[in-house]
């Protein structure tokens, strides 16, 4: 794993103090290859990120391979029904072991010297090992992991960050929905021409969203400034009281010097006559979580440094944006439905995904345009406006852990 340069704590410094408050970040923290570096030692790799859902792997030996920044993990249900995350590395000569994205497996085999391990991580044969060599200390490194509300989550960290205020968050905000009785209707990776903190910083911010998505902004108020949609929330609320429902903010947006990972959950309201996130906001699934009716609302929660949900009543969205190189990244969305909703019966895919695939790829294509500005030697950092509040908070925490 990659480490910031002694000679190069007092650039960062230097950076860090010359940064403008409520002003986009410099160029240098886009393409300077030791702030990259230390974007993946205090960021990606000290903070928990979210994996995917759980459904993923359903039955015992189901597993997927999750890449982040060079790394790979493996996420398997154990014959005993427990979730595990391993290092996808062979503790012989550290081959990958798994080579297929996801599949089934009783036992998983290194293809470099047919090391085998067990589901559990644990060494199951060696071929032609001596007689006192160990098996029990070469065992697949167990990455840090625990599942929330149906959400898998992973921590590269030796010592991870506590989750007491995600489960309080995730308990409030996502557990109406029912996610952990839900399942992936489908998933797709998006590359994106661009580092990954102008990828995180798009998403944070819909300034951008009357402009560039106009299919999201006809369902969605918060294309508009909060000030101005205070009377459709009202109108929200009281019809999420009236069904039973309401989730409150939890704004816990907190440095890691604290022990805790940062979060953010809050709801938001759609536009008079919109339900749900579909071509025409009319619902696109069954209702999840035992939910009995739609309150024009959306649930929103951002964890960590790059991890986000959307939970609309009859369908939940999930985005993992990762770094692949210091100048490309990806955008992972991952689609749920409850459980028993059958596809071709209950739902379309086509029409599930419609919306956030047109909006992901244009995403995109903006985000690889802010790049582009971004290198030129034009660019200077601007303002943030009002309504780049959340990007504003999140840039502040950015450098504060860079710190």
Not at 135 to 145: D, I, N, Y
Not at 199 to 220: D, F, G, M, Q
Not at 257 to 262: D, I, K
């Amino acid at each position: 794993m990659a480490t910031i340069a002694n000679g190069s704590e007092e650039k960062l410094r230097t950076l860090i103090a010359r940064q403008k408050p409520g002003f986009s970040l410099a160029e240098t923290f886009y393409s300077d290859p030791d702030i990259y570096a230390r974007d993946l030692e205090r960021l990606l790799m000290r903070h928990w990120l979210v994996a995917g859902h759980e459904s993923s792997v359903e039955k015992p030996g189901d597993y997927v391979l999750v890449e982040i920044a060079g790394e790979s993990v493996i996420i398997v249900r154990g014959q005993d029904s427990v979730v595990r995350a391993h290092a996808n590395v062979c503790r012989h000569r550290g081959s990958r072991v798994c080579r297929e994205a996801k599949g089934n497996a009783k036992v998983f085999v290194c293809p470099y010297h047919a090391w085998a391990y067990n589901l559990d991580g644990t060494l199951r044969s060696a071929r032609h090992m001596p007689e006192d060599f160990d098996a029990t200390a070469h065992g697949l490194k167990p990455v840090h992991l625990r599942v929330i509300e149906g959400l898998i989550l992973i921590s590269f960290a030796q010592h991870p960050l506590g989750l007491g205020t995600i489960e309080a968050t995730m308990r409030d905000c996502i557990r109406p929905y029912g996610w952990t009785k839900a399942r992936v209707a489908h998933r797709e990776i998006y590359p994106i021409e661009a580092n990954w903190k102008l990828s995180v910083e798009n998403y944070l911010e819909c300034y951008h969203c009357a402009p560039a998505h106009p299919e999201y902004s006809k369902l969605h108020a918060l294309e508009q400034p909060w000030p101005k949609i205070q009377a459709l929330k009202v109108a929200m609320d009281a019809r999420g009281t009236a069904l039973g429902f309401r989730a409150d903010e939890h704004s816990h947006w907190q440095q890691s010097s604290t022990g805790e990972e940062a979060v953010h959950g809050f709801r938001y309201p759609l536009h008079d006559g919109m339900v749900t996130g579909s071509a025409d906001g009319k619902p696109v699934a069954p209702l999840m979580g035992g939910l009995n009716g739609y309150d024009g609302g959306v649930t929103s929660v951002h964890l960590g440094p790059a991890s986000f949900f959307i939970a609309y009543p009859d369908h939940g969205v999930i985005y993992r944006f990762f770094p692949v190189t210091i100048g490309t990244s990806a955008l992972e969305v991952i689609w749920i439905v409850d459980r028993d909703a059958k596809e071709g019966v209950d739902y379309d895919r086509d029409a599930l995904t419609w919306l956030w695939h047109v909006t992901s790829g244009a995403d995109k294509r903006i985000i690889e345009d802010n790049q582009k500005g971004v290198a030129s030697r034009y660019y200077e950092p601007g303002p943030f406006a009002p309504m780049e509040y959340n990007e504003r908070r999140w840039v502040e925490w950015y450098l504060a852990e860079m710190a």
